[in-house]
C-alpha cells in the first residue's frame, strides 16, 4: 500500500503520519497491524496506532536521521504486513536478573519497546555499565 502523508509532530519531538483507514483496512483484520514501511530507501519494523480515532504511523528519530525526513514534509510511504515473527534475542546476564514478576512485564512490552531496553545493554563498554543498565531496566519494570 503506497500513500503521501504530510510529517507531523506531537509534542516536543514525537512525529508520524497519519495513515489513511482504506490503507489500515487493506492491511488486514487488526486495527493495529504490524507493518514494515518504506521511506525513500529506507524500510523499518513498526506498527500502525490508534491515537485519538485516527491511525498514525510513527517516524522515530533514527528513521527521520537515516531518511533525512523533518515535522512538515510530504513523503511517499510504502507499508506492507509484517508477517514475520517478531523475537528480540534476551542477554543471558539480563534473561538471569529477571524476577518472574518483571519477566513479565518485560514480556508485555510491545516489540519496539524491547529493543529500547536491550540494546543498550549489547552496546555497553564495560562490564560495570553493562551491568548498571540491567540493574536498571530490573528496577523500572518492578511494580
Not at 514525537?14 to 486495527?31: C, F, I, K, Y
Amino acid at each position: 500500500m503506497h500513500f503521501r502523508a504530510k510529517v507531523l509532530l506531537s509534542g516536543k519531538t514525537a512525529t508520524g503520519v497519519q495513515v489513511p483507514d482504506e490503507v489500515v483496512t487493506a492491511l488486514g483484520p487488526s486495527r493495529k497491524p504490524p507493518v514494515r514501511a518504506t521511506i525513500d530507501t529506507y524500510t523499518y519494523r513498526t506498527s500502525v496506532a490508534s491515537m485519538g480515532g485516527v491511525f498514525m504511523l510513527p517516524i522515530s528519530a533514527e528513521v527521520r536521521t537515516a531518511t533525512g525526513v523533518a515535522a512538515g514534509d510530504d513523503i511517499d510511504i510504502t507499508l506492507e504486513p509484517d508477517t514475520d515473527p517478531r523475537d528480540i534475542t534476551i542477554p543471558a546476564d539480563l534473561d538471569s536478573a529477571f524476577t518472574p514478576e518483571t519477566r513479565h512485564r518485560f514480556n508485555a512490552l510491545s516489540y519496539s519497546a524491547k529493543p529500547r531496553l536491550v540494546t543498550p545493554i549489547e552496546d555497553a563498554k564495560t562490564p560495570e555499565t553493562r551491568q548498571r543498565r540491567i540493574t536498571k531496566i530490573i528496577t523500572d519494570l518492578q511494580p
